[in-house]
């Protein structure tokens, strides 16, 4: 695998995605600052790891706050480790221009890093058992958020198992159903139509993942395999003359991923990022 770091992997997220994030919060301005009269004075805020994480999202929470023209005086890069009580993001503004930004910029930090500190949990458990174990996120991120999702994952030490149906090749039952589910025709038309692809078949038992290997597909996605049936099946695949990597799919989460790497899965494949708990970050806007 490739030695980048997250700075080098970040996404650009356009104007107009950021734009949305704030405006969805900021309505028609802040009443409760306007009606106060304390919009003119000026600010500054601080967000603060309450919790142990890994910062994700800091970028853009920081694009928020310049969108709506503030000046970031500090910034933590994301994939950072964060450690309880540390400055993420500074910023100094009109108190206006910073009660409008804050909620909108604390809630993508702490989802973001949510999603970026239980893919790093899962990297790390994979890597203590394999080095050269994968973690792949699915393309299952909550509608509309994959851009921002994808770069929290990168952020945690992932990769993405797929960002849309447009770059990787992976056959599903569903797929073969139009074919007479005829394996063989499958692999052989997609080896002459995309010869510079890897080919992933899933599979649903042993004995799917053993005719399937017959005809040497690059991967083989175990879909709800246990450790142990990985482990079967690792054995009984040591006597083809191509043997196909393995990826293990569904259910498997920061408690039992070390289980498959050891039973022999070489990539995890995962949505359980997703749905992680927010990490929560410590805000205080006060007059500078």
Known sequence: MSSLSYADCILPVSASLI?????????????????????????HITFTARDDQIASGIEDAAAILTQLGAAIEYRIPSGSRALSGCLLLAAKASAAILHQGWKSAQTL???????????????????????????????KAPPLTRKLAIKAILAGGGVMHRINLSETVLVFAEHLAFMNFDIGKAIGTLK??????????????????????????????????????????????????????????????????????EAGAHIIVTS?????????????????
Request: charged fraction near 20%; include cysteine; glycine fraction near 4%.
């Open 19 to 43: 734009e949305n994030l704030w405006a969805e919060d900021v309505g028609y301005g802040d009443l409760t600052t306007r009606a106060l009269g304390i919009q003119d004075q000026p600010a």
């Open 109 to 139: 930090m702490e989802w973001s890093a949510g999603i970026a500190t239980t893919t790093h949990q899962m990297v790390t458990a994979a890597k203590k058992i394999s080095p050269q174990a994968v973690v792949g996120c699915t393309r």
């Open 192 to 261: 002459q139509n995309l010869p510079e692809r890897k080919i992933t078949i899933e599979v649903e038992t042993i004995e799917q993942a053993l005719t399937v290997a017959q005809f040497s597909p690059d991967i083989l996605q175990l879909e709800k395999f246990t450790p142990q049936q990985v482990r079967d099946l690792r054995d009984r695949l040591k006597f083809f003359a191509h043997i196909p990597l393995l990826a293990a799919a569904g259910g498997i989460n920061p408690d039992n991923v070390a289980a498959y790497v």
């Open 272 to 288: 359980t990022p997703y749905s992680a708990k927010p990490r929560d970050v410590q805000v205080k806007l006060e007059p500078a």
